[in-house]
């Protein structure tokens, strides 16, 4: 995450590629540190997005708040095993004020579960707000906006 000196779209690229990694690896623990400390984390369906409507699925305000999230899924969540694979699009990026870039990068995640059944989880699109933070780029905001308003209930994990 850090390549102060290299153009924005690659290390966006290699920050959302990063991201993707330590989900679909486990290492959920690492998940907070993508985010400035008050970052915000929300996952919301096109539908309610597009209707204006503020109801989220996930709404982490702060990565304090994701950190427990990840305590809470570690130690008293009980879900049936399953792993993530990302697949990721190409971001498109435009730069903001005080060197706040946005980006909108679409995604699909495969589910796969511990007997082998694989399914197409979720499929949609990050709305993100970036910034420079301690030489590393960081999410102030992650909007995931989910295509499908059908949501399983399995979504402890984050997208």
């Keep these: 995450m850090t390549g102060a000196g290299e153009a924005p779209a690659a290390r966006i690229a290699r920050l959302n590629t990063a991201y993707a990694h330590a989900i679909d690896d486990d290492r959920l623990e690492d998940w907070p540190g993508f985010f400035t400390d008050d970052g915000l984390y929300r996952i919301v369906t096109r539908e309610n997005r597009e209707a204006g409507l503020p109801l989220a699925i996930v709404h982490c305000d702060g990565a304090a708040m994701m950190r427990d999230?990840?305590?809470?899924?570690?130690?008293?969540?009980?879900?049936?095993?399953?792993?993530?694979?990302?697949?990721?699009?190409?971001?498109?990026?435009?730069?903001?004020?005080?060197?706040?870039?946005?980006?909108?990068?679409?995604?699909?995640?495969?589910?796969?579960?511990?007997?082998?059944?694989?399914?197409?989880?979720?499929?949609?699109?990050?709305?993100?707000?970036?910034?420079?933070?301690?030489?590393?780029?960081?999410?102030?905001?992650?909007?995931?906006?989910?295509?499908?308003?059908?949501?399983?209930?399995?979504?402890?994990?984050?997208l």
């Design 69 to 158: 999230r990840v305590r809470a899924m570690r130690t008293a969540n009980i879900f049936e095993p399953h792993t993530y694979c990302h697949t990721l699009g190409a971001a498109e990026i435009a730069e903001g004020e005080d060197g706040i870039h946005t980006a909108r990068t679409n995604f699909t995640v495969v589910r796969t579960m511990h007997s082998g059944a694989m399914s197409i989880f979720a499929c949609g699109r990050y709305l993100d707000r970036i910034v420079e933070a301690d030489g590393a780029l960081r999410f102030a905001e992650r909007i995931v906006v989910c295509d499908s308003r059908t949501v399983d209930t399995l979504l402890v994990v984050p």
